[in-house]
């Protein structure tokens, strides 16, 4: 199948020199790549600045940095895909302004204004008009539950794996996670800790059935 994949945090430039950004390693959506490369499938990876090799044998690589970049990449790209997986950490706001020259120290307080990114997510089944299987990602710290559920109805998702961002043993930045997964169809299940690998083998597969499923 042809598969979609986002991966990685997004900047959102300051200025030239600076950016807000977040803690996502990318190794979770690199890990869905690789699984799903080494199962023939063909992998659109779209990713942002990660310390990661991307695994060969990808369809093609899209290298981005801000969440507008990643929309963009996302728009342009998801028409004829079977599944597409947003696991990436998209940044929620930028900054309205983002002047081209550096920013100097003169005063003793500066504000920044900040302004909501795309939601990439969001716009997949009204705005990209996408209609095979969607899978969202949720980092939470607290109330997994009720976001993860919230998500997977206001987004039109058919899965939205869910992690608690909270314990320091699993999740961002490192190298295994413990997952919730809630399916479109009130069912719920839980992938144990293990390696974000193991994860990847197991979503991929459970994705695979999704897209059987719908055919
Ligand atoms: O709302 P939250 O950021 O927790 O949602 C996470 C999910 O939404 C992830 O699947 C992420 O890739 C996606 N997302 C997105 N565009 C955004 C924010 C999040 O695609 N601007």
């Given at each position: 199948?042809?598969l979609?994949?986002?991966?990685g945090?997004?900047?959102?430039?300051?200025?030239?020199?600076?950016?807000?950004?977040?803690?996502s390693?990318?190794?979770?959506?690199?890990?869905?790549a690789?699984?799903?490369?080494?199962?023939?499938?063909?992998?659109?990876?779209?990713?942002?600045?990660?310390?990661?090799?991307?695994?060969?044998?990808?369809?093609?690589?899209?290298?981005?940095?801000?969440?507008?970049?990643?929309?963009?990449?996302?728009?342009?790209?998801?028409?004829?895909?079977?599944?597409?997986?947003?696991?990436?950490?998209?940044?929620?706001?930028?900054?309205?302004?983002?002047?081209?020259?550096?920013?100097?120290?003169?005063?003793?307080s500066?504000?920044?204004?900040?302004?909501?990114?795309?939601?990439?997510?969001?716009?997949?089944?009204?705005?990209?008009?996408f209609?095979g299987?969607l899978?969202?990602?949720?980092?939470?710290?607290?109330?997994?539950?009720?976001?993860?559920?919230?998500?997977?109805?206001?987004?039109?998702?058919?899965?939205?794996?869910?992690?608690?961002?909270?314990?320091?043993?699993?999740?961002?930045?490192?190298d295994?996670?413990?997952?919730?997964?809630?399916?479109?169809?009130?069912?719920?299940?839980?992938?144990?800790?293990?390696?974000?690998?193991?994860?990847?083998?197991?979503?991929?597969e459970?994705?695979?059935?999704?897209?059987?499923?719908?055919?």
């Amino acid at each position: 199948m042809r598969l979609l994949i986002t991966a990685g945090p997004t900047r959102e430039a300051i200025d030239p020199v600076r950016f807000l950004t977040n803690r996502s390693s990318g190794k979770m959506g690199y890990a869905l790549a690789e699984t799903a490369v080494a199962k023939g499938h063909e992998v659109i990876l779209i990713s942002g600045p990660v310390n990661l090799e991307a695994p060969t044998g990808l369809a093609e690589l899209v290298s981005i940095e801000s969440a507008r970049e990643m929309f963009e990449a996302v728009r342009d790209r998801i028409d004829g895909c079977e599944a597409a997986i947003f696991c990436a950490a998209v940044a929620d706001y930028r900054p309205v302004n983002s002047p081209d020259r550096k920013i100097k120290k003169t005063e003793d307080s500066l504000t920044l204004e900040l302004e909501k990114t795309e939601d990439i997510l969001g716009s997949a089944r009204s705005g990209f008009g996408f209609s095979g299987i969607l899978v969202g990602f949720a980092a939470e710290t607290h109330d997994l539950a009720k976001y993860a559920s919230g998500k997977l109805e206001k987004k039109g998702c058919d899965l939205v794996v869910a992690n608690d961002v909270s314990r320091r043993d699993i999740g961002f930045d490192t190298d295994r996670n413990e997952v919730q997964l809630f399916f479109a169809d009130g069912r719920r299940e839980t992938l144990p800790v293990q390696t974000k690998a193991g994860i990847g083998q197991k979503l991929v597969e459970i994705i695979e059935g999704l897209v059987k499923g719908q055919r």
